[in-house]
């Protein structure tokens, strides 16, 4: 038997959202990035929008681990496979580091990785101590890196925090609070990086504030300190040729950007060839056998969505050809009649599903949920600001997670044709049979 790959590797964490996770590991793998090493980071749960900074950060594709979604076997193969080729791996954590089920302790605890405790200090002092000490404690088992002040409003308020420690080893140093190195957001989470013509500015100055504390100190030796032996089971193939010979056209723009590139390596391994368009931009679909509309922002694009005729006629052309469509999300939300916005105003859409869709204030669903379909069950999660009104009744329903409860019924799984749509985010590899039989299937009787 070959033996386990050793990598450092951290997990950043922090006792809630908000609390600036995701700027840290941005900046860490961006100094280090610039310092002429390989990193590889992940992201913990379910997540978008975080993966486009990190990537940018590191200038390698990032990839989701969740033990319930993505499979532990998944998470060992990728962590296994990033550590035979990366000078150092970043996991970023998901909320607090023991909220959900599973959560960033559960990940961390299950391989070994040590976890850095990030902790907004902007309006603490001496609690700052009882905080880096309940989270190193509060579970046996934990690797603690140590614990890094963020959001510091001076030196002296730094060192007041630095001397709450119980471990005086643990202090990684303080972030001051600075507009600069902000990642900005909105409903969904964080604004994406090819959004903002400073993003790359925003990193390095988040690195270089970094770059002054113990943390960013950390040399190519002192990272050893955090190796962790990484070892995947022998997992079994795709299903040889499912999708062989099968054009899948993917929607990727602005308005349709919530795609897991680990969704993409699938389609490909079960032998489809895929090509992307542009529902903004783009006259007419590219020649294809069958279409994934992925999640996004339709609701900020509403005037470019309407105005693009040519699309719409082009999208409806595919439909009436019988050819598959799966839509989740925002993607089944451009398919309906009309998006009413919060202020009441109403938007036409596709017009290729009945009904209308209604933007919320508040969040109308979020969580991980599984689908049962013809060859499977897709795992994966909800997590959407709007409702939708239609005459189709759902062909099926998702479920909870198991040891997960739903708040009223799961999401729907409308079905029109060859369209099949619903507010659903589904990880592919979950069950790469029920994948291949969604972009194969023809329209239902």
Not at 273 to 285: E, I, K
Request: aromatic content about 8%; some cysteine; glycine content about 10%.
């Amino acid at each position: 038997m070959t033996e386990p790959t050793r990598c450092p590797a951290v997990l950043i964490a922090a006792p809630a959202s908000g609390q600036g996770k995701t700027t840290v590991a941005c900046a860490l793998a961006r100094l280090h990035t610039r310092q002429g090493r390989r990193v590889r980071v992940f992201k913990c749960g379910p997540d978008f929008l975080d993966p486009y900074w990190l990537a940018l950060a590191s200038g390698a594709p990032v990839h989701q681990l969740d033990l319930w979604m993505t499979g532990e076997d998944d998470c060992a193969r990728r962590l296994e496979a990033a550590a035979q080729e990366a000078d150092l791996i970043i996991v970023e954590g998901v909320m607090g580091l023991f909220d959900g089920q599973p959560s960033a302790a559960d990940l961390a605890q299950r391989f070994g990785l040590p976890v850095l405790a990030v902790i907004d200090a902007g309006s603490m002092a001496g609690t700052f101590g009882a905080l880096a000490w309940g989270l190193q404690h509060y579970r046996d088992g934990l690797r603690f890196a140590g614990v890094l002040a963020n959001r510091v409003a001076s030196d002296s308020h730094a060192l007041m925090l630095q001397d709450s420690l119980r471990e005086p080893d643990h202090w990684l140093g303080a972030l001051m609070r600075s507009s600069v190195m902000t990642l900005p957001e909105r409903h969904l989470g964080l604004v994406m990086s090819d959004e903002l013509g400073d993003a790359m500015q925003r990193l390095d100055a988040a690195a270089d504030a970094l770059a002054a504390t113990p943390l960013g100190q950390m040399s190519r030796d002192d990272l050893q300190a955090w190796a962790v032996p990484f070892k995947a089971p022998d997992l079994p193939g795709f299903p040889a040729g499912a999708l062989e010979g099968r054009t899948v056209a993917v929607a990727r723009d602005a308005a349709f950007c919530f795609i897991y590139a680990a969704n993409l390596d699938c389609l490909r391994e079960l032998g489809a060839q895929l090509v992307f368009f542009s529902p903004l931009a783009d006259a007419a679909l590219p020649e294809c056998d069958a279409l994934w509309l992925p999640g996004g922002y339709p609701e900020l694009h509403l005037e470019a969505l309407a105005a693009n005729r040519a699309m719409k006629d082009s999208l409806a052309a595919h439909v009436r050809a019988g050819k598959p469509v799966w839509a989740e999300c925002g993607g089944m939300m451009a398919l309906f009649e009309e998006l009413h916005t919060v202020d009441g105003q109403r938007h036409p859409m596709w017009g290729l599903l009945p009904g209308s869709v209604s933007m919320q204030k508040r969040l109308a669903a979020l969580g991980p949920q599984q689908l049962g379909l013809d060859g499977g069950t897709l795992r994966g999660h909800t997590f959407h600001y709007s409702t939708c009104t239609t005459p189709l009744q759902p062909g099926t329903r998702t479920e909870a997670a198991p040891g997960r409860q739903l708040r009223g019924d799961g999401e729907a799984l409308y079905v029109s044709g060859s369209v099949r749509a619903s507010y659903f985010h589904a990880w592919f590899a979950s069950s790469p049979e029920a994948t291949a039989r969604l972009f194969s299937a023809g329209p239902q009787p």
